[in-house]
């Protein structure tokens, strides 16, 4: 791109290689043509038989269901209409305790189902006493038989894991507690009866206006920037179709991944349709991969540059191109708007890890490359300066750090030395 890019992006180059090699899902030696093609190269073949066109490529959709049927001990797709009744049967030597209460039933009386997942249930519940008494509550029901895998039995672990780190901030569904019994595991939440964003905008008419639609980007962002405070690199291939990253698709992906399924968002909210769609999954990836979002049709050209610039940074393909949820926070689009506070950025502490172990050419190029900083960088930089409470001699120590990620953090960054680092002016 241009001089946005040049200020921010140059400390994280020698981190590039952490997304490549990506594999293709479509690897060329697939593909045959005329001179190469096995009718031609074998004397077996069958005369005059050749391919036209060179075969498709492999469909990502298969390798995800596969991916999700082996997590859940799931049967094959064209097995369910055959073994559809019977039950998944428990898989000798699997310890399925996971040392939560057993005392579900004493404090909630469970309602009526509200919605149905892949690998379980959740359903109304209510408090049965105490101070809570009456008040309504979700719970996730996971039925134990599904849980025919080790990795099944980790992932309701972890999910609980997960949600008792992140309770507490004023965005994200409150988390209750865990219980389990012989049968089930069940997770209580706080019961978010908002219905689904997609009814919301087709009550609205099709589409957000920009004041609505940055009122949802706000609250998203900062859950996001929050939550990647915890992250950590990941390879499964989850999530819905429409809003999965291209990095997803290849196994190599981190927190940048989140950042394009807000984008995706975006774009929905502001126009009413969505940035990728094909008939099929596997067109969906494909779209996804290689097609580029459309932003000619209406009601695109009559919103404003600053909204359009908004979602094309958070729906770029090069993830380390793509702004983190603090950048996208920063944005003008974003910052126009009133009481906007942007949150501690992860990408600040891989920066500062990188710029200590780069060498002194690279250090004195990064400096000379800070004096092109654009007026919304020097915001972003600015305000993460602020947050990490520099000393008054205009320093960061490791102290400083530690104590800005414990208002933060539900751990400690690793890895960060005792340098310590001047302030951008």
């Given at each position: ?169 004023n965005n994200l569904v409150k988390f209750y507690d865990a219980y389990e019994d012989n049968d089930n595991v069940y997770i209580v939440m706080e019961l978010c009866e ?41 390879n499964d291939i989850v999530g819905s179709a429409y809003y999965v990253a291209p990095e997803v698709l290849h196994r190599s992906y981190s927190a940048e991944a989140d ?121 972003y930089l600015r305000e993460q300066f602020a947050l990490l409470e520099p000393n008054k001699n205009g320093t960061i120590s490791l102290e400083n750090i530690k104590a ?22």
């Amino acid at each position: 791109m241009g001089r946005t890019e040049q200020g921010i992006t140059p400390s994280t180059k020698g981190k590039n290689r952490r997304f490549f090699p990506f594999y293709s899902p479509s690897p060329a030696h697939y593909f045959f043509s005329k001179k190469s093609s096995p009718a031609r190269s074998s004397a077996n073949s069958t005369p005059k038989r050749f391919f036209k066109r060179p075969f498709p490529p492999p469909s990502p959709a298969k390798h995800i269901k596969a991916v999700l049927a082996r997590r859940h001990g799931s049967v094959k797709p064209n097995e369910r209409r055959f073994r559809r009744e019977v039950k998944p049967r428990p898989a000798a030597g699997l310890d399925k305790s996971f040392g939560f209460s057993k005392h579900f039933g004493n404090k909630y009386e469970l309602g009526e189902e509200v919605g149905r997942g892949h690998f379980g249930y959740t359903c109304s519940a209510k408090f049965k006493k105490g101070e809570l008494k009456g008040q309504q509550v979700a719970v996730k029901v996971i039925p134990k038989a599904k849980m025919t895998t080790a990795i099944a039995i980790e992932d309701v672990r972890r999910e609980v894991k997960i949600l008792r780190a992140l309770t507490g901030h004023n965005n994200l569904v409150k988390f209750y507690d865990a219980y389990e019994d012989n049968d089930n595991v069940y997770i209580v939440m706080e019961l978010c009866e908002g219905g689904e964003l997609l009814d919301r905008i087709l009550s609205r008419g099709g589409k957000y206006t920009e004041d609505d639609a940055k009122a949802v980007m706000i609250q998203i962002l900062n859950v996001v920037a929050f939550c990647h405070l915890q992250d950590e690199r990941l390879n499964d291939i989850v999530g819905s179709a429409y809003y999965v990253a291209p990095e997803v698709l290849h196994r190599s992906y981190s927190a940048e991944a989140d950042v394009w399924s807000i984008g995706v968002i975006a774009y929905i909210l502001l126009c009413g349709s969505r940035p990728f769609w094909a008939r099929t999954e596997s067109g969906i990836f494909r779209a996804v991969l290689k097609a580029d979002p459309s932003f000619d049709e209406a009601p695109w050209p009559s919103l404003s540059c600053e909204a359009r610039d908004f979602v094309k940074r958070l729906l770029n393909k090069d993830p380390r191109k793509r702004l983190t949820a603090a950048q996208a926070l920063s944005h003008p689009w974003i910052r126009n708007s009133n009481d906007i506070t942007v949150p501690l950025d992860i990408l600040i502490f891989k920066l500062m890890k990188a710029y200590m172990r780069s060498s002194s050419l690279r250090k004195a190029a990064l400096r000379a490359l800070s004096k092109t900083l654009t007026v919304d960088e020097l915001f972003y930089l600015r305000e993460q300066f602020a947050l990490l409470e520099p000393n008054k001699n205009g320093t960061i120590s490791l102290e400083n750090i530690k104590a800005a990620l414990m208002k933060t953090s539900t751990r400690c960054y690793e890895g960060v030395s005792h340098s310590r680092f001047p302030i951008i002016s």
